[in-house]
């Protein structure tokens, strides 16, 4: 079974631009969490979706936004890009009812400049 | 503010020495999970831990929940070169919905043959 996979892996963006990232879940799961990685801060809960809702929110300003097409995969964007932007994107897919454990993807790693 | 807090930020360990890091909520937890990230890798789910008090082992690693279900641990024994990476409790608040997760900030563990 294939894993999860996020696209583009590495991204340059400038202040002020958009961006938005691509992940595609494992086969069969129907929920999608995103997480901002920084160093010293651990993952960020950003957002959760499961059967194109968005179930769970964290802390982010509305800049960041995401959404679920009906195949499970999710895209997540952020408008007005800062400077703190910078970080990792990490997408995660798991199987509701099951044991909820996560599978990550390899990540997006954003810079902002 | 961060809400599950993990101690200590760093641990050095000779190889074949034992450690443990720590796992604490503010609030009571549906649940436990511990993730393992190598460096330049993505988290990798390790274990969850669902009922107050239970403990659960994986060769040389042994998790534990805590009786109120706030804090947790992960203890391993005769560390390896292997166990090197940064290893993440995260938790789902009893006040959130099941799929929201809320990450450590992570024990990073350096290991010295």
């Known amino acids: 079974k294939a894993g999860v996979t996020q696209t583009p892996r590495y991204l340059i963006k400038t202040r002020g631009q958009q961006v938005t990232l691509s992940c595609s879940p494992i086969?069969?799961?129907?929920?999608v969490s995103w997480y901002q990685q920084t160093p010293g801060q651990g993952l960020q809960f950003l957002f959760e979706?499961?059967?194109?809702?968005?179930?769970n929110k964290g802390n982010f300003p509305g800049r960041f936004s995401g959404r679920q097409f009906s195949n499970s995969r999710s895209e997540m964007n952020v408008s007005t890009l800062e400077l703190g932007d910078s970080a990792l994107y990490l997408c995660a897919s798991s199987q509701v009812g099951e044991r909820g454990e996560q599978y990550f993807g390899p990540g997006t790693r954003l810079t902002v400049t | 503010g961060q809400q599950v807090m993990q101690i200590p930020q760093y641990q050095h360990v000779q190889e074949g020495e034992d450690f443990t890091t720590y796992c604490n909520s503010s609030t009571t937890l549906s649940n436990i999970q511990w993730y393992k990230q190598r460096p330049g890798g993505h988290p990798v789910f390790l274990i969850q831990l669902v009922k107050s008090g239970e403990v659960k082992k994986q060769k040389r690693l042994t998790f534990q929940f805590g009786e109120a279900k706030k804090n947790s641990s992960l203890h391993i024994t005769a560390t390896q070169t292997t166990d090197v990476g940064t290893y993440f409790c995260?938790?789902?608040?009893?006040?959130?919905?099941?799929?929201?997760?809320?990450f450590g900030a992570g024990t990073q563990v350096v290991v010295t043959p």
């Open positions: 979706y499961f059967s194109e809702t968005q179930r």
């Open positions: 086969s069969g799961h129907r929920s």
């Open positions: 995260a938790g789902t608040m009893t006040t959130d919905s099941w799929g929201k997760l809320q």
